[in-house]
């Protein structure tokens, strides 16, 4: 079985700084796939970035980084320079790389940015 | 269009009716997932389609019928529902490689925001 745990209900930020938002799992599978979905308040789920767990370095993409820690099994989401639009519900997921095909996702995290 | 797109996008229905919720996907994609997200709980996975087969079923009620006439286009079956029923239905589609091995990436569409009365 598979667990995401996001401990940050809320969190708070002011533009242009950085925010880190955390996401530990559990999971048997030695391979898998760990991914972070954004979702404002119209309710669209959208993918922002990806890492696999034999993946060596970090997944960037753009202002979105993944602190991915194997051992620890935890994969923070960090946003650089925040800004107004990226107040959203920020969701951790992840999936084996075989078998089962369903995401299992996390609680998730209210991030609001404050000019 | 482009993406994943949902209709209705919203959806106010009675415990004796039928409904269904329309997602069409344009990205080329060979699998199609219902979520459903109520308020308070993580997104819990309905159905999976690979190739317009179902291969997944997360326990779902019967009053839930999903159909995949093709790889474009799935469809969620409402009938004889419960308010508890009321939540986000979110779409959504994704390239699953053939060997079972893979990213697998999983793009949603905006959702069915449905309310039972």
């Known amino acids: 079985a598979q667990k995401i745990t996001q401990t940050q209900p809320g969190m708070f930020v002011q533009e242009k700084e950085a925010v880190t938002l955390d996401c530990t799992y559990d999971t048997s599978d030695q391979s898998y796939g760990l991914f972070w979905y954004k979702q404002p308040s119209s309710g669209e789920m959208i993918f922002l970035i990806y890492q696999g767990s034999y993946d060596e370095q970090n997944a960037t993409e753009g202002r979105y980084s993944l602190n991915f820690q194997k051992a620890r099994k935890s994969a923070n989401l960090v946003i650089s320079a925040s800004q107004l639009g990226d107040s959203a519900m920020y969701f951790c997921?992840?999936?084996?790389?075989?078998?089962?095909?369903?995401?299992?996702f996390g609680s998730g995290t209210r991030l609001q940015v404050q000019p | 269009e482009t993406g994943v797109t949902q209709t209705p996008r919203h959806l106010v229905m009675g415990m004796t009716n039928k409904k269904s919720l329309k997602c069409e996907q344009h990205?080329?994609?060979?699998?199609m997932y219902w979520y459903k997200q109520s308020a308070k709980k993580p997104l819990e996975l309905m159905f999976v389609y690979s190739l317009e087969e179902r291969v997944e079923n997360n326990s779902v009620p019967s009053r839930f019928s999903p159909e995949c006439p093709n790889s474009s286009h799935l469809f969620l079956h409402l009938h004889t529902l419960q308010p508890e029923d009321s939540a986000l239905y979110l779409c959504?589609?994704?390239?699953?490689?053939?060997?079972?091995?893979?990213?697998?990436?999983?793009?949603f569409g905006p959702g069915t925001r449905l309310t039972v009365l």
């Open positions: 990205l080329g994609h060979n699998a």
């Open positions: 997921a992840m999936r084996p790389h075989t078998g089962r095909r369903a995401l299992t």
């Open positions: 959504a589609s994704s390239q699953a490689p053939l060997t079972g091995y893979g990213t697998d990436t999983q793009y």
